[in-house]
């Protein structure tokens, strides 16, 4: 294909060297990553964790998937999409993220999280019962538009 | 591969490449590589379900006018029948109907002649592409066939009713419905991302962005429109077979899961694909449109700007079919502004059109007809689409027949008017013979006429309160008083007068394909590049070398030319 | 090649056809796989016993897991180099070699699952680990469909012919790459 003349000015200044030492820089932030957790504080944990996250998948799709090479419309198209996903987060997260509602409430969360405040269930252990199965209360998420 | 492009394209015989032997016919038109051909198993597959569609929604209708009869063809009609025959109608006419026909053949057939290719960039990927969509129609078509019978829990799919078997009485079914609709989907990324890169690509040397016709824009734009739009609802498809089959939780709220994360998972899909169908159908009409009033389109760009805008906006929409569903009051002021706001861009879509027409020699041959009649049936389902994207009118108009009525003011002027204006358009180039227009004409009133009939006195019904989801209304005396019954009456025996009409579509298709005047190149006399090859297109589309594009589409009635048409690719 | 259209051989938007496509199913997955995460978050914030449930999973699987993964990338950019080169032995070697990390991969997911499976967190335990197995399940399933392209394209760099697939399917693992950079903190560090 056409692209080799297009492509060999970009990627051939820097020979399989560079993509190693990007490797490395990679790897060196995963263990950061890893121990990031150990210190038990949690800004620092989400920090590493996914401030790391973002800052290896820029490694990559820079220096592995050579995106800078690429016309600008294939950063626009793959923001657009990224945008699109922060819009459906920012659209059905303050629905999904409560447990109760205009006429309707979730059962099974509202007692687990009542368990676990109260320390009843610790959620390490096994996992059979510990989302409220019973209650049989079905008629907090039922049809009834009462009023 | 071949390196020297410019060369080939000159001097080069591009069928020669690929098209020189004499294929026999299993090759070429059962595992096809050229997009015409594709295009045509796409354009039949779906009027064949169209078929199928329109038969779903002559039962029920007759179940609705007259409880309890036994419907010619079906028999007594089950509640259970009811269920499947409706959502079934809703899921084949939209995603087996209006997306192969509007976006998969017209676009197969479109894209490559109009931007001046020999064919699609990635043939076997559209080969692909159609085979994983007949495989997505026999499986859904095949959950008629199942223990249980088919889904009918509505084209929405909601859960719990399409994930809990006891609720829903159709295991099967309703995994067969969530699995076809997935593979449709799987089906048409393949088919858009040929149609994206096909069209960013390999347009005739000299064809700019603004020389693009519209109808290749906007089936361009909907293709994008879908593969951003489509992948919550991939991954809530996953989620549902995992429920329906797996007994996870993900969408019930006895067991940690929430049911409203479907409906956001839907309709962030759900509402964007209203647009995806749409703008097909726009493009389609600029291009009859302008061909028929010889005039440039006014305002080339305002459209393909209004076309983005709206796209954009259609994914800040989605809210607004779950008003009722519980969602945030906040959110719903949010998501009732921004529908209001997104009426704008299509009005003002509407208005180039008008002022397109403006001024212009109108003849109105039977394609032109179809235009006509999109805009003016599309305004009535816009304009009422403003009812009901204000939240607190919709509390009472949700679930109710005027949305019914509504929707398919919008989808029936897409999905029916829109393909009919370009498939009696570009009928000369596909199967190389006119069509009998008065034939055509006829059809056009025996169509249009009995379509108002049918959803005109829904609205009435809707505004009275009638709910979407009755299977008899006669359990329901203040919805069965007798004006209801006789506007109902009116509906089915109009639906089956259209449906009885499209005979006369198949038997004008069927003798002008055969015995039809032969048609020109250009009968037409248009613009673009489609037209400078021969009808039909042999394989590779120009067998005597692509052609070159020197200006827009829109060129009528240049001051300076004797003709009132300026080809694309003749030289200045 | 002759079977190819000229419309393939086309570059105006200036970009090769095959590299300009693989960046557009790069953003559609990138939808699919926005939706089952976002909507993992919005449980994951919503619920403190998800945190939980989240320490259940092997820290030290997923950092091995990531580290074979980012290996088979190392080695997926160097065969897009030797094909660049038109080594194309060297190129379909270092794309087996990213086969095998893929292949590693999937075992040591099997490993993980197996165990936790039979220590009762399976699919069906709640919601949690729904997500898990859904959202690891989706990148398991595009990490099986890059080795088989990987495996055919290497079948054809070993004969020198389409050695620009090689960076088509090298760009392709990358994303798959990139999507489990953001699976490991989200199923196993944040805690």
């Given at each position: ?11 051939d ?28 504080i949690q ?22 998937m ?13 923001a ?7 819009l ?12 109760s ?6 059962p099974a ?8 405040e ?8 096994d996992?059979g019962?510990?989302?409220?199965a019973g209650?049989g ?6 049809e009834e538009?009462?009023h | ?8 394209e000159h ?11 004499e ?8 595992f096809?590589?050229d997009h ?5 198993q796409?354009?039949f ?6 078929l199928?569609?329109?038969?779903f929604?002559?039962?029920f ?27 079934n ?24 002649l ?5 064919d ?23 959950a ?5 019978g ?13 994930t809990?078997?006891e609720?829903?009485l ?10 076809a ?19 960013m690509?390999?347009?005739?040397p ?20 879908f ?7 991939l991954a ?12 996870t939780?993900?969408f ?25 169908v ?8 600029a291009?009859?449109?302008?061909t028929?009033?010889r ?17 954009v906006?259609s ?14 009051p ?11 706001l ?17 001024g ?20 009535i389902g816009?304009i ?14 949700h679930?109710?027949y ?23 358009y ?10 009998n227009d ?6 056009f ?18 505004a009275?309160g ?15 008083q007798?004006?209801?019954q006789d506007?109902r009456?009116?509906?089915?025996v ?10 006369l579509?198949?038997?004008n298709?069927?003798t002008s394909?055969m015995s039809?005047k ?10 673009s ?5 021969d ?17 827009g ?15 694309q690719n003749e030289?200045? | 090649?002759s079977?190819?259209?000229?419309a ?13 496509a693989v ?8 939808v699919i ?17 998800w945190?939980?449930y989240?320490a ?21 950019v160097?065969?897009h180099?030797a ?25 040591i ?10 220590h009762?967190?399976t ?9 898990y ?18 495996v ?27 999507v ?6 989200l ?5």
């Open positions: 294909m056409s692209d080799h003349a297009e492509t060999a000015d970009g990627h200044e820097h020979g399989d060297s560079h993509y190693i030492k990007i490797y490395f820089w990679l790897l060196g932030l995963l263990i950061v990553s890893y121990i990031g957790p150990e210190f038990g800004w620092l944990t989400l920090i590493t964790a996914f401030g790391i996250a973002i800052v290896k998948a820029y490694l990559v799709t820079v220096h592995f050579h995106i800078n090479l690429t016309p600008r419309y294939v950063v626009y198209t793959v657009t999409s990224l945008i699109f996903m922060l459906f987060f920012a659209g059905a997260a303050p629905d999904v993220m409560k447990d509602g205009t006429n309707w409430q979730k969360w509202i007692e687990a999280e009542r368990a676990y109260a320390g009843e269930v610790s959620g390490v252990a996992h019962d510990d989302h409220g209650h209360d079905e008629a907090g998420h039922g538009s009462g | 591969m071949a390196e020297s492009i410019p060369v080939e001097h080069g015989d591009p069928a020669g490449d690929h098209g020189h032997h294929m026999s016919f299993v090759s070429k038109y059962v096809p590589l015409k051909i594709i295009a045509m796409y354009l597959t779906g009027m064949f379900m169209a199928i569609g329109g038969f929604s002559y039962v209708r007759m179940q609705l006018a007259f409880p309890g009869m036994e419907v010619p063809g079906w028999g007594v009609v089950s509640p259970a029948d009811y269920n499947a025959l409706v959502t109608h809703g899921t084949i006419m939209i995603f087996w109907v209006a997306m192969p026909v509007l976006i998969a053949a017209f676009g197969n057939y479109l894209i490559p109009m931007i001046g290719a020999d699609m960039v990635f043939p076997k990927i559209n080969r692909l592409s159609y085979q994983v969509f007949l495989v997505s129609a026999i499986v859904i078509l095949g008629f066939f199942v223990e249980g088919a889904f009918g829990g509505a084209w929405t799919a909601y859960p719990p009713l399409s809990k078997a609720y829903n159709t295991g099967l079914g309703s995994t067969l419905w969530i699995t609709v997935f593979l449709e989907f799987v089906a048409f990324l393949l088919g858009g991302i040929n149609f994206i890169v096909t069209c690509n390999s347009r005739a000299g064809m700019k962005m603004w020389d693009i016709p519209m109808v290749v824009w906007m089936i361009v734009i909907a293709s994008i429109l593969m951003l739009s489509v992948g919550p609802l809530g498809g996953i989620m549902m077979i995992f429920d329906q089959n797996l007994g939780a993900f019930d709220p006895d067991r940690g899961g929430d049911p409203i994360l479907w409906q956001h998972l839907f309709w962030f899909f759900g509402h964007p694909e209203v647009y995806v749409l703008l097909p159908a726009v493009g389609i009409v291009d009859v449109m302008t028929f009033s005039k440039k389109l006014f305002g080339y760009k305002t459209v393909l700007y209004t076309a983005i805008g709206t796209g906006l994914f800040t929409v989605w809210a607004h079919h779950q008003f009722i569903a519980g969602i945030d906040r959110m719903a002021n949010v998501f009732t502004v921004t529908t209001l997104i009426s704008v861009p299509i009005a003002e879509m509407l208005f180039v059109y008008i002022a397109t027409l403006y212009g020699s109108i003849t109105l041959t039977t394609p032109m007809l179809w235009a006509l009649a999109f805009i003016f049936e599309f305004l816009g009422t689409g403003i009812f009901l994207g204000a939240s607190g009118n919709d509390i009472y108009m679930d109710t005027f949305v019914l009525a509504h929707f398919h003011y919008t989808f029936y002027p897409i999905a029916i008017i829109g393909t009919y204006a370009g498939f009696t570009w009928f000369p180039k596909m199967f190389g013979k006119m069509m008065t034939l055509g004409k006829l059809h009133w025996l169509t249009i006429i009995p379509f108002n009939l049918i959803f005109l006195p829904l609205f009435v019904l809707g009275s009638q709910h979407r989801r009755i299977y008899d209304f006669t359990n329901y005396p203040e919805l069965a007798p004006w209801q506007l009456i009116l509906a089915s109009s639906l089956c007068v259209m449906l009885g009409a499209q005979v579509f198949f038997y298709v069927i394909w039809g032969k048609a020109e190149k250009n009968p037409w006399k248009a613009n590049l489609e037209w400078t090859a009808s039909p297109p042999p394989h590779g589309n120009w067998p005597e070398g692509l052609p070159n594009c020197y200006r589409p829109y060129e009528y009635s240049h001051p300076d030319r004797e003709e009132d048409y300026w080809p030289p200045a | 090649m079977e190819m259209p000229i393939t051989t086309r570059s105006a938007a200036g970009m090769p056809t095959a590299r300009l960046w557009w199913i790069i953003a559609s997955e990138i796989f926005g939706g089952v995460l976002g909507s993992y978050i919005m449980h994951r914030l919503a619920h403190g016993i945190a939980d989240a259940n999973t092997n820290t030290e699987i997923g950092l091995i897991n990531t580290f074979v993964l980012l290996t088979s990338s190392l080695a997926a160097l065969a180099q094909a660049e080169r038109g080594d194309g032995q060297r190129a379909a070697n270092l794309l087996y070699a990213t086969t095998g990390g893929g292949l590693v991969f999937l075992c997911k099997g490993y993980e699952w197996s165990y936790e499976i039979s009762g967190m699919i069906t335990a709640n919601t949690f680990w729904s997500f197995y859904t959202a690891a399940g989706i990148h398991a399933l595009h990490v099986i469909a890059g080795m088989i392209l990987m055919i394209t290497a079948g054809w760099a070993k004969k020198n012919e389409h050695l620009h697939r090689v960076e088509i399917i090298g760009v392709y693992w990358h994303f798959v790459d990139v489990w950079i953001f699976l490991f903190p199923l196993y560090i944040a805690k």
